[in-house]
T-cell receptor, first 114, second 116 residues
Framework: AQSVAQPEDQVNVAEGNPLTVKCTYSVSGNPYLFWYVQYPNRGLQFLLKYITGDNLVKGSYGFEAEFNKSQTSFHLKKPSALVSDSALYFCAVRPSGGYQKVTFGTGTKLQVIP | GAGVSQTPSNKVTEKGKYVELRCDPISGHTALYWYRQSLGQGPEFLIYFQGTGAADDSGLPNDRFFAVRPEGSVSTLKIQRTERGDSAVYLC??????????????FGPGTRLTVT
């Protein structure tokens, strides 16, 4: 069975500093990986995805993520955090190929301190 | 353009009652998903529609839960004989399908269901 682990319930970072939100996964075969962000009282919004190719994926709002197959990780990063980045971040995985259901992690709350 | 909408935004019901939750996907999105999100958890898959048919309902917790999408657009999640454990936020998402691409899902704001 596929699974996602987000080991940190909360990450605190000072505004302007780089941020990393960790994600590791388990799936049969090659993975498709996703990051979503959830702002209070709003639906999840897609940030970026890894399907194949370049291990560094760039997404919305200056976020990027690095796929590491040997470590089965897909950490979310941003070079310089903004207060407006404060939100709940979810990593998700599904096996490659035709339809496969997506499994989400439990989420990491990012708090950017002014 | 219009995103995924869900109604109602909040629903309070008594234990044992029947509820219906509605989802309006993005126009042209063939795929539709229902998830349930409890406090402190990520979305938990319930059911996936490809057009009008339920292609994967393996996440429905029991036979009290049922969902339909009769015309391939709007979907309704139906819960019979509600229990307090059904209290959660129910999320709907839609996406494009096929074309050789892997499409991300677009989520609605959710319906917060509280069973008293």
């Amino acid at each position: 069975a596929q699974s996602v682990a987000q080991p940190e319930d909360q990450v605190n970072v000072a505004e302007g500093n780089p941020l990393t939100v960790k994600c590791t996964y388990s799936v049969s075969g090659n993975p498709y990986l996703f990051w979503y962000v959830q702002y209070p009282n709003r639906g999840l919004q897609f940030l970026l995805k890894y399907i194949t190719g370049d291990n560094l994926v760039k997404g919305s709002y200056g976020f990027e993520a690095e796929f590491n197959k040997s470590q089965t990780s897909f950490h979310l990063k941003k070079p310089s955090a903004l207060v407006s980045d404060s939100a709940l971040y979810f990593c998700a995985v599904r096996p490659s190929g035709g339809y496969q259901k997506v499994t989400f992690g439990t989420g990491t709350k990012l708090q950017v301190i002014p | 353009g219009a995103g995924v909408s869900q109604t109602p935004s909040n629903k309070v019901t008594e234990k044992g009652k029947y509820v219906e939750l509605r989802c309006d996907p993005i126009s042209g999105h063939t795929a539709l998903y229902w998830y349930r999100q409890s406090l402190g958890q990520g979305p938990e898959f319930l059911i996936y529609f490809q057009g009008t048919g339920a292609a994967d309902d393996s996440g429905l917790p029991n036979d009290r839960f049922f969902a339909v999408r009769p015309e391939g657009s709007v979907s309704t999640l139906k819960i019979q004989r509600t229990e307090r454990g059904d209290s959660a936020v129910y999320l709907c998402a839609s996406s494009l399908l096929g074309g050789g691409a892997v499409h991300e899902q677009y989520f609605g704001p959710g319906t917060r269901l509280t069973v008293t």
